[in-house]
């Protein structure tokens, strides 16, 4: 017998006579690399047809394994596979990204996703105190408190952009001002996508602009001012062929490479390594994003579900040149007192609308 083989039934043995004291786990986890929580949040369904639990800072994506449904019916959460417990619970348990357990479960339409294994669920009377802080900007179903170019539609709760059909960027712009704020949405945006977050901004888009690219030398929750002008790194995407016959399939990474910038980086205050950045954002999903704008001159700090991605002063982005060729260059990168919250998409490869922004959220901050 090969050491390997003595070595798993060593493991296996010691590992039966731990489960006759104690009780079945819902899962042997192996070596995936993941991390244990415990959050409270909402279940709902989206068109992905996945049911997602939200906390205040996070999406978690359930995998499609019988126990997280088993573990859900006996919560009294979901019968039948619907939810029918819409009231706030608390799940603990332990996350991955799909990257990191493709191999187990081969299921393409999980790439990049967050795969949850739950150890327990439990009902509560409310959310935390800081969710509850928050105003809706968005009802869900209306342009109310909205001012949007033609392609900006309202679909399934959300808002979702078709693709620009001229260079001039399809805008999105709320008409309540803000000067102090914590800003929380949910976006999804298709590979091929350049849009942009504004902040402070002006009726015409002028005002503080961040990156929402996912295109190839594009990158996420940094100043977007001309091109190179805060890029510490920037992504790829990288298409796997896996598979023969119907079973064909792409598998679809994103990656990053460094920029070396030093320009880049000196102006911002803070700022994520690349590993980390991979490790917390989706680029084929749905991502939370909460952004605080502080200062007279602002101080601007954003984070990715619930990672901080970047720190910097608004007033240190400087505009160096003018570059029309490129797509989404920000010629309107200003910093103004106070403004509205808007988003503009500037490029779309795919021509299914796939830019989407819902549960728009807004905080007043006090200025002291």
């Known amino acids: 017998m090969s050491y390997y083989r003595i070595i798993s039934a060593l493991f296996l043995a010691v590992l039966g006579c731990s489960l006759m ?103 509560v009377e409310s959310l935390p105190e800081m969710e509850e802080a928050f105003s809706y900007l968005f009802d869900g179903k209306s342009l109310q408190g909205w001012s949007a170019t033609s392609n900006w539609q309202i679909a399934d709760k959300a808002f979702s952009c078709s693709p620009p059909s001229t260079r001039v960027a399809e805008q999105l712009m709320s008409h309540s001002s803000h000067t102090d704020f914590e800003l929380s949405f949910e976006y999804r945006g298709s ?27 594009g990158t996420v929750g940094f100043p977007k001012s001309a091109a190179g002008a805060s890029r510490p790194y920037s992504l790829h995407e990288n298409r796997e062929k896996r598979g023969v016959g119907a079973t064909t399939h ?8 460094p920029a070396h910038d030093a320009v880049a980086h000196n102006k911002l205050l803070e700022c994520a390594q690349l590993s980390e950045f991979l490790r917390e954002w989706d680029g084929g999903f749905w991502n939370i994003v909460r952004v605080r704008c502080v200062g007279a001159d602002p101080e601007i700090t954003l984070w990715i579900n619930g990672f901080l991605i970047s720190k910097f002063k608004a007033n240190t982005v400087v505009l160096r040149e003018k570059n029309p060729a490129h797509i989404g260059a920000i010629e309107n990168y200003e910093v103004h007192p106070s403004g509205g919250i808007g988003f503009a998409v500037h490029s779309m490869k795919h021509e299914k609308p796939e830019f989407l922004l819902r549960e728009l959220r807004v905080m007043k901050l006090d200025k002291n």
């Open 21 to 123: 004291a104690d009780e079945k786990p819902l899962i042997l986890r192996g070596q995936i690399d993941g991390k244990a929580f415990s959050e409270v949040g909402r279940l709902y369904v989206d068109n992905d047809r996945l049911i997602h639990f939200r906390t205040d800072q996070r999406l978690y994506y359930f995998s499609h394994m019988y126990y997280i449904w088993d573990a859900l019916t006996k919560a009294g959460v979901v019968a039948d596979g619907k939810i029918v417990h819409h009231d706030p619970i608390r799940i603990t348990g332990n996350y991955s990204k799909a990257a990191y357990v493709y191999n187990f479960l081969e299921e393409p339409a999980l790439r990049g996703s967050q795969i949850v294994w739950i150890d327990r669920v439990e009902k």
């Open 191 to 217: 590979w091929g996508t350049s849009a942009s977050l504004l902040l402070r901004a002006n009726k015409k888009g002028d005002g503080i602009s961040l990156s929402l690219d996912h295109i190839n030398e």
């Open 250 to 257: 792409y598998h679809i990474q994103y990656e990053g490479r």
